[in-house]
């Protein structure tokens, strides 16, 4: 394929974080201050997001043989972009006060960002393992790169090696898909479904390989053994780009790959993701209920969530493909919000995770915590908030597809995590005794112009989305026209 000046403006976004990690690579190399590390980092990712409007004017286009850039790829870039801002200015504050060396972090933060990128544009199983493993190997590095913590490298390692394993599952699925189709393209695996007899079980063999690898990424039950270690144990805004913007890619990618190959229309396959989306509902929720770590919490939270948003998928269709877009969006501004007041609280050697770390946090800091309850209650799907609109449209995709069963585990799942979900809103709200609140005096969030900056921009979004989701709607609506038109 020849590489015309429109494909480059296609693949904008995606050169622009390359030749940023690398720049960021020499401005480590040279031993530059933090500071102007950190802000680089910022203006790379941004500059990558204004390169989205300039691409959207060329697609769709298929830039190379193995990434397609529409309309639904620029919007899962928009969201990855957006969000490895909020997760570099974060950044700053934390790793300053815990770690002397910290230049090469914006690097590998880069890099993940690039591989999530890469897995919203592709189209084949070349790019979409690349993609996978460019995410991957970052996130190694970055779950254990505050070294002198061993919890921090514990996460590092079993992140690794289970990886390791999915990656080999997903490897031998698709093997047998080749080996059926001779080919590698998501339309072209279509094929491998769509006969009969032997080919067919061979087929759905591969997928389910495939969903293995891939339900591993977004720790879905039962491959969700990781996350509770791994959210726990790794620097904070690591775990907040974990929960948020690598799963955001992989979703990307699911539905991508599930459409173009017309899986979502076998029942074997709408069937499994069932069993998954229910079991990791009422895994998340029910495991979430015994905890006092808000880390550990938070990743079952997410299990939870996840089996919510595989009800949108297996709903398929326009409305499907839009609750999953609006989905993504919101949970990212959502958790981000959560996590960046666990950022702006933690301290050298001490990270907050524990509940009592948070209560009284309204009293200690108004705006803190606001925002913490603000994004609890969407996480809720409290009225009024981005959480709430999620919900709705989950049940309305789910309604319109006859997912009758599915919708009233979900609507069960959702008044079961109201239970701890309360509990961290009270403990933030709870008045301290004069002896506590002397002990964590210390323990106050450490504003910025540029982090307050940041999470005024997340909270406004909660809420607007919340209050006014139609515009946001319209535009989902137009990046979903070009996917649903490949099913």
Same mark, same amino acid.
């Given at each position: 394929?020849?590489?015309?000046?429109?494909?480059?403006?296609?693949?904008?976004? !995606?050169?622009?974080?390359?030749?940023?990690?690398?720049?960021?690579?020499?401005?480590?190399?040279?031993?530059?201050?933090?500071?102007?590390?950190?802000?680089?980092?910022?203006?790379?990712?941004?500059? %990558?997001?204004?390169?989205?409007?300039?691409?959207?004017?060329?697609?769709?286009?298929?830039?190379?043989?193995?990434?397609?850039?529409?309309?639904?790829?620029?919007?899962?870039? %928009?969201?990855?972009?957006?969000?490895?801002?909020?997760?570099?200015?974060?950044?700053?504050?934390?790793?300053?006060?815990?770690?002397?060396?910290?230049?090469?972090?914006?690097?590998?933060?880069?890099? %993940?960002?690039?591989?999530?990128?890469?897995?919203?544009?592709?189209?084949?199983?070349?790019?979409?393992?690349?993609?996978?493993?460019?995410?991957?190997?970052?996130?190694?590095?970055?779950?254990?790169?505050?070294?002198?913590?061993?919890?921090?490298?514990?996460?590092?390692?079993?992140?690794?090696?289970?990886?390791?394993?999915?990656?080999?599952?997903?490897?031998?699925?698709?093997?047998?898909?080749?080996?059926?189709?001779?080919?590698?393209?998501?339309?072209?695996?279509?094929?491998?479904?769509?006969?009969?007899?032997?080919?067919?079980?061979?087929?759905?063999?591969?997928?389910?390989?495939?969903?293995?690898?891939?339900?591993?990424?977004?720790?879905?039950?039962?491959?969700?053994?990781? %996350?509770?270690?791994?959210?726990?144990?790794?620097?904070?805004?690591?775990?907040?780009?974990?929960?948020?913007?690598?799963?955001?890619?992989?979703?990307?990618?699911?539905?991508?790959?599930?459409?173009?190959?017309?899986?979502?229309?076998?029942?074997?396959?709408?069937?499994?993701?069932?069993?998954?989306?229910?079991?990791?509902?009422?895994?998340?929720?029910?495991?979430?209920?015994?905890?006092?770590?808000?880390?550990?919490?938070?990743?079952?939270?997410?299990?939870?969530?996840?089996?919510?948003?595989?009800?949108?998928?297996?709903?398929?269709?326009?409305?499907?493909?839009?609750?999953?877009?609006?989905?993504?969006?919101?949970?990212?501004?959502?958790?981000?919000?959560?996590?960046?007041?666990?950022?702006?609280?933690?301290?050298?050697?001490?990270?907050?995770?524990?509940?009592?770390?948070?209560?009284?946090?309204?009293?200690?800091?108004?705006?803190?915590?606001?925002?913490?309850?603000? !994004?609890?209650?969407?996480?809720?799907?409290?009225?009024?908030?981005?959480?709430?609109?999620?919900?709705?449209?989950?049940?309305?995709?789910?309604?319109?597809?006859?997912?009758?069963?599915?919708?009233?585990?979900?609507?069960?799942?959702?008044?079961?995590?109201?239970?701890?979900?309360?509990?961290?809103?009270?403990?933030?709200?709870?008045?301290?005794?004069?002896?506590?609140?002397?002990?964590?005096?210390?323990?106050?969030?450490?504003?910025?112009?540029?982090?307050?900056?940041?999470?005024?921009?997340?909270?406004?979004?909660?809420?607007?989305?919340?209050?006014?989701?139609?515009?946001?709607?319209?535009?989902?609506?137009?990046?979903?026209?070009?996917?649903?038109?490949?099913?």
């Amino acid at each position: 394929m020849i590489m015309t000046l429109d494909n480059f403006i296609a693949l904008l976004p !995606a050169l622009i974080l390359a030749a940023g990690a690398l720049g960021i690579m020499l401005l480590a190399a040279w031993n530059r201050p933090h500071g102007m590390v950190s802000r680089t980092a910022a203006i790379v990712q941004a500059s %990558a997001f204004a390169g989205v409007p300039l691409a959207s004017a060329v697609v769709p286009r298929q830039a190379t043989a193995l990434l397609l850039v529409d309309e639904f790829a620029l919007f899962y870039i %928009a969201l990855i972009l957006l969000g490895g801002i909020a997760v570099t200015v974060l950044s700053h504050g934390y790793l300053d006060a815990k770690l002397d060396r910290c230049n090469e972090y914006y690097s590998l933060l880069l890099l %993940a960002s690039l591989g999530g990128v890469v897995l919203a544009m592709s189209v084949h199983a070349a790019s979409f393992f690349l993609g996978l493993e460019l995410l991957s190997v970052s996130l190694y590095t970055l779950l254990s790169y505050d070294r002198e913590n061993p919890r921090a490298l514990e996460a590092g390692v079993k992140y690794l090696l289970l990886s390791a394993v999915a990656s080999a599952f997903l490897l031998l699925g698709l093997a047998l898909l080749y080996f059926l189709t001779g080919e590698l393209t998501f339309s072209a695996l279509r094929q491998a479904l769509a006969d009969d007899g032997p080919s067919r079980t061979v087929g759905l063999a591969g997928l389910a390989l495939i969903l293995t690898g891939i339900g591993f990424k977004l720790a879905v039950v039962p491959f969700h053994m990781w %996350a509770p270690d791994v959210y726990q144990g790794s620097p904070t805004p690591v775990t907040a780009f974990v929960a948020t913007l690598s799963k955001i890619a992989v979703v990307a990618l699911l539905l991508r790959a599930l459409f173009h190959m017309g899986a979502l229309n076998d029942t074997a396959v709408t069937a499994a993701l069932s069993v998954l989306a229910v079991a990791s509902m009422f895994a998340g929720n029910l495991l979430a209920l015994l905890q006092d770590n808000v880390k550990r919490l938070l990743a079952y939270s997410s299990i939870a969530h996840l089996g919510y948003l595989l009800v949108a998928v297996i709903a398929g269709g326009a409305l499907g493909a839009e609750a999953v877009g609006f989905y993504v969006a919101a949970y990212m501004v959502t958790m981000l919000g959560i996590f960046g007041v666990l950022i702006l609280l933690s301290r050298p050697y001490v990270e907050t995770e524990r509940m009592e770390d948070l209560r009284g946090l309204m009293w200690r800091d108004p705006p803190a915590g606001a925002i913490w309850v603000i !994004a609890v209650l969407s996480l809720a799907g409290v009225p009024l908030t981005a959480g709430f609109v999620i919900k709705f449209y989950v049940v309305v995709a789910g309604l319109s597809s006859d997912r009758w069963l599915l919708v009233l585990f979900f609507v069960l799942n959702s008044v079961i995590g109201l239970f701890y979900y309360l509990k961290l809103i009270r403990v933030a709200l709870a008045r301290e005794s004069e002896s506590s609140a002397r002990q964590r005096q210390a323990v106050v969030p450490r504003w910025t112009w540029s982090n307050g900056l940041v999470m005024a921009t997340l909270i406004l979004a909660i809420v607007w989305l919340g209050v006014y989701p139609i515009p946001f709607i319209n535009w989902i609506e137009q990046t979903t026209t070009v996917l649903v038109a490949a099913d």
